[in-house]
């Protein structure tokens, strides 16, 4: 087991001193790494003070939602199973830089409601310190809506909490980072049903090929494939194989990206301005 410093060992407890000040919360619950630490250090703070809303989207393949359902019934915590439809937003389907502003107000509008309906007073979400430092719109529309993000507050890292989960024994601890599937799809590009199926199949394939971070991005009839660089190789010896699984799911022409897996690579081609407005928005609340 890796040691844990004390600064990190400061920074759990103040996480926990956060969530039982607010004695009631609704978390919103996908799964990931970071929602399911939020998840289970609320359930060891606050008991069965603690709502899991887990939601089907359109965005999202089945199997994160099916994942995310059997984790908090594993868990043992209330759980609410909703459902949202991104593809019926005008705003989010155009793809403009601000897509994920318009599907986060969308969410946490919704879950707004449950909160209220049910007798939560906070809703909490599981983005973490790291998440400040890129071009994240949605962080906008979780401060306007009250969102808390306990893990910012505690001033946690994503490496932090993978090393307090697996401390914990969370199966998560470990799970490779995910976004949604509209964020493969280059901005202006309209978002449409047929290309996040391709991508989610993509994905998927390349995972049951064993390969652990992996991103798809859609580029017409071009797939970009990203993966780690000490797994590059491995897409080279697969080539053939997987050559003929995206041109079977309507792909064109097949591409290793040679910079290889990073989060946001869509957001390269933003001018400075832009990510600096979208940034700055998602910071407003502090840490």
Not at 235 to 251: A, M, P, Q, T, Y
């Amino acid at each position: 087991m890796e040691t844990i410093s004390n600064d990190v060992r400061e920074k759990d407890r103040r996480l926990g001193d956060i969530l039982r000040g607010m004695g009631r919360v609704l978390v919103a619950f996908s799964g990931g790494v970071d929602s399911t630490f939020v998840l289970k250090r609320a359930q060891q703070e606050l008991g069965d003070a603690v709502l899991a809303v887990t939601a089907a989207s359109e965005t999202f393949p089945t199997r994160e939602f099916d994942a995310a359902v059997k984790l908090a019934e594993d868990f043992g915590v209330r759980l609410h199973k909703t459902e949202v439809k991104e593809l019926e937003n005008a705003n989010f389907v155009a793809n403009n830089p601000d897509r994920c502003y318009h599907c986060k107000t969308g969410l946490y509008t919704h879950l707004r409601d449950i909160a209220a309906e049910l007798g939560y007073p906070f809703i909490l979400d599981g983005s973490n310190v790291d998440d400040l430092g890129d071009y994240r719109p949605g962080l906008q529309a979780k401060n306007e809506q009250g969102v808390r993000s306990v893990l910012q507050e505690a001033g946690l890292t994503k490496d932090e909490i993978r090393a307090l989960s697996k401390e914990l024994g969370l199966p998560t601890w470990n799970k490779p980072s995910f976004a949604c599937l509209s964020s493969r799809i280059p901005y202006g590009t309209k978002i449409e049903r047929w290309k996040i199926d391709q991508l989610d199949e993509g994905e998927a394939f390349l995972a049951e090929l064993g390969f652990y971070q992996v991103r798809v991005r859609h580029h017409d009839k071009i797939a970009r494939i990203e993966v780690m660089p000490d797994e590059m190789l491995k897409v080279i010896e697969l080539s053939d194989r997987i050559h003929e699984k995206f041109k079977s799911l309507g792909f064109q022409y097949v591409t290793l990206d040679l910079q290889g897996y990073r989060t946001g690579s869509m957001n390269e081609v933003l001018s400075a301005a832009t990510k600096a407005a979208g940034t700055a928005a998602g910071s407003a609340a502090g840490v």
